[in-house]
């Protein structure tokens, strides 16, 4: 599998990518339409000029730039990777479409309107903007499972597999964990093997269902679920939160004791760093540095081994980043949130 020359292209769109200088800049900017004029110079003109031309607030212009500039980037990345690459590839733009499906289905189940829950998707994998759109304006779970069944996506299956006990329960963590077995089984399952990329792949994979794990924690925390109940609730696959040790945490009494029972649990310097470093009543933003833990891994083998699919996952991590991080400023100058704060939450 060569992947020299896709590397070499990605090599050249990481130079495009904001280093922090760049985002202290961003953050300094008085308002939204000094931000536009600004992003205007950079890689993301064209993104915005395209979306001046349908919107006329400027906060929708910079989202649809921003979800523009994701779309194209991924559709370049797309062509320029070898046909023999593509099943990896999209084993991890997968992960994505699933973020985007929790998404959605997290704001019908909290009532959150549409207009809302857009403007965090990030367009990757088989599932165009106008795909998310659509499902994006769908009324209700029901309604949501019916458009994917429709359409024929492999995600009717998982969701539909639990509606009816989250009818009956009204539990969202049923059929948000129902597609997380579904998204890392298939991930798995593509990556059959044992040379370096497929190796890569699985490693990630692995991480990812740890990081589902803690996310699931954090979800039951405070329910004190007896071990027979939490059982269930476990993701097998991941290396750095075993069954046992899962069951034992599921039983915290708050999050505070959660966070502390990982610190004592988890063996992984660099996890249990990250998790020390957050305070319990931000346990929200865990989530998000875990992920980052997860790139910064990614990024760090991609040097050690430059010809691999490393190269391009890291990419497609580094990508999405920015687009949150340029997410989080935009709101910053719609609310007024002081520049100390956003530097808090920004992740560079």
Request: charged share 30%.
């Amino acid at each position: 599998m060569d992947l020299s020359y896709l590397n070499a292209r990605i090599r050249a769109w990481k130079g495009e990518l904001f280093d922090k200088d760049e985002y202290d800049t961003l953050i300094r900017l008085a308002d939204i339409e000094s931000l536009i004029t600004h992003l205007k110079d950079t890689v993301y003109a064209r993104d915005i000029e395209i979306a001046a031309s349908r919107y006329k607030n400027e906060a929708e212009v910079l989202d649809g730039g921003l979800r523009g500039s994701l779309v194209n980037t991924f559709n370049r990345l797309w062509s320029y990777t070898p046909a023999s690459a593509r099943t990896m590839l999209q084993a991890i733009l997968s992960i994505w479409e699933v973020y985007n499906l929790k998404a959605i289905l997290r704001a019908r189940d909290k009532g959150i309107p549409p207009d809302e829950s857009i403007s965090i998707l990030i367009p990757a994998g088989e599932m165009d903007e106008t795909a998310l759109k659509e499902l994006n304006q769908q009324k209700s779970i029901k309604d949501i499972l019916n458009l994917l069944s429709t359409w024929g996506s492999p995600y009717a299956r998982p969701i539909k597999a639990v509606i009816k006990q989250y009818m009956q329960e009204r539990r969202l963590i049923l059929i948000e964990l129902s597609l997380d077995i579904f998204l890392h089984e298939h991930c798995l399952s593509t990556v059959v093997g044992n040379d370096l990329n497929r190796r890569i792949i699985k490693h990630l994979i692995k991480k990812r269902i740890d990081c589902i794990n803690v996310s699931t924690l954090l979800k039951l925390s405070g329910e004190m679920l007896h071990p027979a109940s939490a059982n269930s609730y476990f993701l097998e696959g991941g290396n750095i939160i075993g069954r046992d040790d899962f069951l034992r945490l599921a039983a915290s009494k708050d999050k505070k004791e959660l966070m502390q029972g990982l610190i004592d649990s988890i063996k992984d310097r660099h996890w249990k760093k990250a998790i020390g470093s957050i305070d319990y009543d931000e346990a929200f933003f865990l989530e998000e540095r875990l992920e980052e833990l997860t790139k910064e891994e990614t990024c760090r083998l991609s040097i050690i081994e430059p010809l691999s699919i490393a190269v391009a996952v890291c990419f497609i991590y580094e990508k999405i980043r920015e687009i949150k991080n340029l997410r989080l400023i935009v709101r910053a100058k719609i609310f007024n949130i002081p520049a100390v704060e956003v530097k808090r939450f920004l992740i560079v």
